[in-house]
C-alpha cells in the first residue's frame, strides 16, 4: 500500500529524484534558519537604528541602513525557504 502521507507527484520517484527534492528541502530549511536568524539580528539593530537616525546628520544614516538590508535578506530568506521547502511532511532534526 502507497503511503498516503506522501504527495501523490512523488509517490513514484526514483532515488535521484528524491535525492533531489531532499536536497531542495534542506536548502529550503537552512533558508528559513538564516532567515529567522537575520530577523532576530535586525530586530536587535533596530535599538540602535532609531538612534543612528536621530543624532546622525544629513543622509549618513549607516546602521539605519543595514539595519533596513538585514530586514530585506530576512524577507528574501524565509519567502525563499518556504518555496524550496513546500511538500515537507518530516521533521529534520539536526
Known sequence: MA?????VEERHLTPEQVDQIDRRRR????????????LI???????????????????????AYWDGFLFLTSAVCLTTGIQLRRGLNEFFSY
Not at 537616525?53 to 546602521?63: A, K, Q, V
Request: cysteine-free; hydrophobic content about 45%.
Open 3 to 7: 503511503n498516503m502521507l506522501i504527495p
Open 41 to 63: 539580528i535586525g530586530t536587535i539593530i533596530t535599538i540602535w537604528s532609531g538612534q543612528d537616525l536621530t543624532y546622525s546628520p544629513g543622509w549618513i544614516h549607516p546602521l
Open 27 to 38: 536548502r529550503g530549511q537552512m533558508l528559513l534558519v538564516v532567515g529567522f536568524q537575520t
